[in-house]
């Protein structure tokens, strides 16, 4: 069948903005050689992909159901290979239809022409749910170097928390324990199984019950001119439990996102908007714990200060006549114990690295978008395969 030689790719336009997205539908040689590389990675490692992640099906069928054309899903279900990318460049490519080069993660599969097609050869309809999905997969990836960079820093919190809070501190620590393992195990399979998606919602619940304690208490000790000395004490050990609980609560955001995208595409853009502002939350709160030495310092100079204020009696005179003295000494002291205690306070560190983190993902989306994540579609005798990767690229 002729259609079955040729490679085809139409260009949409997303419903909500000016973006595009590309539907590229690839048979004969190339996608063959495709789906032989795919099998024997499969076959080796026990996934189609070494980077990469299930998607759900329906991102890629709620396109291909609506083609009435010889490229619909009696195309997909005859052995068609479809991916789905909004890469600006690889759609530039794409459009000239000339020859492009395919690349898989071990080199130039081969190269081949894409023909620019419209009408009823391709689905017409706006492919909303397949567009959100490889967008949402183009944030995703924003945050694994972000993740990478904020285990680190919980590796720093861990060593320096106190053994006064022993009990909270064990289920931090078996929480990220835990969400390494399962981070591992879907680094390795690239698909949630049931027991990982339990796992982690036990872990999200210890994680968000202790976060919320720490963060109200934390906010509930202000910093004004009644500040002791001790305050400093439980004020550090608060900010430096809210920072970390913070960092283990987007990494299982990020977790529930990639589930989202295998289980449930239909919610994924809300969970990935709510994450996004969720992080703009955590930086004024880390922003917040990075300035509060800085407070902290301006009131023991306050408070200094009136003390400087103190006439002569005042200060030196005991109670009893009408002075201050014992008051002051006491005031002195405090004053003298906050000072060294605030300047070598770990979080102005420790906030500074987490805040790093974040602004590492701020200049990854043209990165992640250049390596082209692709969403892939297939079926065979063994089924039915939707998956996400960048180890496939055009150009």
């Not at 049931?194 to 796992?199: A, E, K, N, P, S």
């Not at 960092?247 to 239909?266: A, H, V």
Request: neutral net charge; charged residues 20%; glycine residues 6%.
């Amino acid at each position: 069948m002729f259609f079955k030689k040729q490679n085809y790719v139409k260009v949409y336009s997303s419903p909500n903005s000016n973006e595009q997205f590309g539907l590229i539908a690839i048979n004969g040689k190339i996608k063959d050689a495709l789906l032989t590389k795919f099998n024997e990675t499969y076959q080796s490692q026990g996934s189609y992909f070494n980077n990469g992640g299930k998607a759900s099906d329906k991102c890629m069928r709620s396109i291909l159901a609506t083609g009435t054309g010889a490229l619909g899903l009696s195309s997909a279900a005859s052995g068609t290979l479809f991916m789905a990318t909004v890469n600006p460049a690889t759609l530039m490519t794409l459009r000239n239809g000339v020859g492009s080069a395919v690349m898989g993660s071990g080199g130039i599969v081969a190269q081949a022409p894409f023909i620019p097609i419209s009408g009823a050869l391709m689905p017409v309809a706006a492919p909303l749910l397949a567009y959100q999905a490889v967008s949402t997969i183009t944030i995703m990836q924003q945050f694994e170097t972000i993740n990478e960079k904020l285990a680190n820093i919980e590796k720093t919190l861990n060593r320096i928390l106190h053994r006064s809070e022993a009990t909270y501190i064990g289920e931090i620590i078996s929480s990220s324990a835990r969400l390494n393992s399962i981070e591992t195990e879907y680094s390795l399979t690239n698909y949630f199984s049931q027991d990982m998606i339990i796992r982690l919602t036990f872990i999200e619940n210890t994680i968000n019950t202790v976060f919320e304690r720490y963060k109200f208490l934390y906010e509930s000790l202000g910093i004004n001119s009644n500040l002791l000395s001790e305050d400093i004490d439980i004020m550090q050990t608060d900010a430096i439990m809210v920072t970390i609980l913070s960092i283990l609560d987007l990494r299982i955001d990020t977790l529930r996102i990639k589930i989202s995208l295998q289980e449930n595409p239909g919610f994924m853009k809300i969970l990935t908007e709510q994450l996004i502002e969720k992080i703009e939350r955590y930086k004024i709160l880390w922003s917040n714990i990075e300035q509060s030495p800085k407070k902290i310092q301006e009131i023991t100079q306050s408070m200094s200060q009136t003390i400087n204020n103190l006439n002569w009696w005042k200060k030196q005179m005991p109670g009893w006549i009408g002075g201050n003295r014992k008051l002051r000494k006491e005031s002195e002291k405090n004053i003298f114990e906050i000072n060294q205690k605030n300047m070598y306070s770990n979080t102005e560190e420790i906030i500074n690295g987490a805040k790093e983190a974040i602004n590492i993902g701020n200049n990854l989306l043209d990165q992640a978008q250049q390596k082209q994540q692709m969403l892939l579609y297939w079926e065979d005798l063994n089924g039915v395969h939707s998956y996400y990767t960048n180890e496939i690229s055009i150009s």
